[in-house]
């Protein structure tokens, strides 16, 4: 292993120490590094689970706590509401509007991008010439920042003399008012996520394919397959568990989408009517808008549950959809 | 994970002539794949290049051409509007602050996911099973829901504005210490570790002289993609960071809301913030695109 030539061995410490002295020093030096075997493992692994602690479990159960009581920005912990909260919460229209904006934005970006991202990792899987010239191609996006692909697609979508209505209006349709149609700003909102999103996930399932191994294709097609089939019966099934782990990933970054959302409008709201306000936007303004960190809490909670609800029922679908793939 | 060199290798023995079917796509058929593959890539790669070149030809135009529609050429308009830019947010400020908290994360997540990595992949002691799975089950915790209260600790700990704020809860990952741990276990041999142990290392010096220079390759990777991930990380440093000591994001977010209505300034700036990361890909996207295809996960 060419790792091996670039070891440096230490300087070796205890082995020339004169012998009268030794023994007990000797026997200290053992014990030493007994527990140097011992605890060491657990000292290296501790950073991860403090930082965890600290930073990311202790939060999620404080806002449960956060959310039982009146609570401010400014003025800090207030007095025990109990569900106070949530019930004010479940009764906004705004927080109806913010579930069903998430979940329209999800659906429209997770599920093209899925399906284009396989399209792609087939191309790519081809024998190209230039391939890593087409990979890196794909993955330029990735590296461009979602608040910056926000406001270029902004313009893009923009509602006066935007380039996608211009060229809308230039084919003979009607313009799209992105900007004010709920689905449509849904729409945009998605086309920044996929364009994003899309190559990585292509190249993912580009190393999925190379996996499968070669002679099932050659069985395939002494069976008689022809690429189209082949790529039903035989790629899209062996790709199932990258499907699932793309699905997942895919659904807990997607229902906490906030970048690209934010900067669709210089206010930041999601709009006039709250067209596109998505979850983690409402717990923004709830929170740092309106400086009530006991709703924001509730809203925040209300969605960690929805995202562990959505995260078990897309790993059954997935993977039942994914079975009878294989059984066809 | 993922077994790339198979498909490399029968890529090499068919260019030399040795197999008798090249490994291509769906099928491993002979042929080359022909203009339509070719076309295909090339709208994709077309559709991923535009907008950042679009984004060019806005910023390289006043305003008032911008209004009678964007010419398809750049215009000479792009320095006057990045200096605009410089002018109306701390770009230089945003810049070094990117830069530092990158830079920093990246370091850190390396320097502990390959300490954590060291131990779970190489070591043996009680609970490591366990505590490994449990790691890995943190990667599908959406942690990004305790803003509320995270934020309350940083205003408990005066931290709210400072850059200690946004380093401090990256400084080591559950993605980084499972991505650690996999490399590891099969690129560091156990014989390796014994043999420095048996010379008098103490664990430690075992990682520091073994344990890092084997990790190199994958850290390298691990670095890539944190820093990336860091630079163009938006939620937690537009909660907790001040307009006046921003991140490159949060500075871009700021020139929206002061120039919405001229729109060649609001696309200089994206522009300007994204050239570092496009410098960056230039020299390491081939690492980006194997480390992806190696098992990287979303940041």
């Given amino acids: 292993m060419a790792v091996t030539d670039r070891v440096h061995t230490p300087p070796p410490t205890r082995q020339r120490a004169p012998r009268d002295k030794s023994v007990k020093r000797l026997a200290f030096s053992q014990k030493v590094s007994k527990w140097d075997v011992k605890l060491s493992p657990y000292l290296y692994i501790s950073p991860f689970f403090l930082l965890f602690a600290v930073t990311g479990l202790f939060p999620l159960l404080y806002t449960a706590w956060v959310s039982l009581h009146s609570w401010n920005l400014i003025g800090g912990q207030g007095e025990f509401t109990g569900l106070e909260n949530y019930e004010f919460v479940l009764a906004q229209p705004f927080f109806w509007n913010a579930v069903g904006n998430t979940f329209s934005i999800f659906l429209l970006s997770s599920v093209p991008q899925v399906v284009i991202a396989i399209a792609i990792a087939a191309v790519l899987d081809a024998n190209l010439r230039a391939r890593t010239f087409w990979r890196m191609g794909v993955l330029v996006p990735f590296v461009v920042a979602p608040v910056a692909v926000g406001l270029i697609f902004n313009n893009l979508f923009a509602d006066q003399a935007g380039l996608v209505n211009e060229m809308l209006v230039g084919v003979g349709l009607d313009p799209v008012r992105w900007h004010s149609d709920s689905l449509a700003s849904h729409a945009a909102i998605a086309t920044m996520v996929n364009f994003r999103w899309t190559g990585y996930n292509a190249l993912i399932f580009l190393a999925a394919m190379q996996a499968i191994p070669r002679d099932v294709y050659e069985a395939a097609t002494i069976d008689g397959a022809g690429r189209l089939r082949q790529f039903f019966s035989v790629t899209v099934p062996m790709l199932r568990p990258t499907i699932i782990f793309v699905v997942i990933t895919a659904t807990i970054g997607g229902l906490q989408i906030f970048d690209e959302a934010r900067v669709f409008d210089q206010a930041g709201l999601g709009g006039a009517d709250r067209q596109w306000q998505t979850l983690t936007m409402y717990i923004w303004e709830l929170g740092w808008g309106q400086r009530n960190f006991g709703r924001a809490s509730a809203v925040a909670w209300l969605l960690f549950l929805i995202i562990v609800i959505i995260a078990m029922a897309n790993f059954l679908i997935t993977r039942r959809i994914a079975n009878q793939g294989g059984r066809q | 994970m993922i077994e ?124 490591s099973k366990v505590l490994l799975v449990f790691v890995i089950a943190t990667m599908a915790v959406p942690t990004q829901l305790g803003v509320v209260p995270l934020f309350i600790v940083m205003a408990k700990l005066g931290w709210t504005g400072s850059l200690w704020a946004v380093i401090v809860p990256g400084v080591v990952t559950a993605f980084g210490v499972f991505w650690m741990t996999q490399y590891l276990r099969d690129a560091l041999p156990d014989e390796l570790i014994e ?105």
Avoid: C, E
């Fill in chain 2, 4 to 127: 790339q060199t198979a498909g490399k290798g029968a890529a090499r023995a068919a260019r030399r002539g040795l197999g008798a079917r090249r490994r291509g796509g769906a099928g491993g058929t002979m042929r080359r794949p022909g203009v339509l593959t070719y076309g295909f890539l090339g709208a994709v790669i077309l559709g991923s290049v535009f907008p950042l070149w679009w984004s060019f030809l806005v910023g390289s135009h006043d305003s008032s051409v911008i209004s009678k529609g964007v010419p398809l050429t750049p215009g000479g308009n792009f320095l006057a509007n990045a200096a605009t830019v410089l002018d109306s947010i701390p770009f230089w400020k945003a810049l070094s602050n990117s830069i530092i908290v990158s830079t920093v994360t990246a370091a850190s997540v390396v320097l502990f996911s390959t300490l954590a990595g060291f131990a779970f992949a190489k070591l043996r002691f009680r609970g």
């Fill in chain 2, 195 to 299: 043999a420095v142990r048996i010379d008098g290392a103490s664990m430690i010096q075992a990682f520091w002289y073994v344990g890092l220079p084997a990790a190199r390759p994958a850290a390298a990777m691990l670095a890539l993609f944190t820093f990336v991930a860091t630079w163009t990380n938006f939620f937690w440093p537009f909660i907790v960071l001040d307009p006046s000591n921003p991140t490159l994001p949060v500075a871009l977010q700021l020139l929206q809301a002061a120039h919405f209505v001229d729109y060649s300034i609001v696309l200089a700036g994206a522009v300007l913030s994204t050239i570092p990361l496009l410098l960056l890909f230039a020299v390491a996207g081939r690492q980006l695109v194997s480390g992806i295809m190696q098992g990287a996960v979303k940041g």
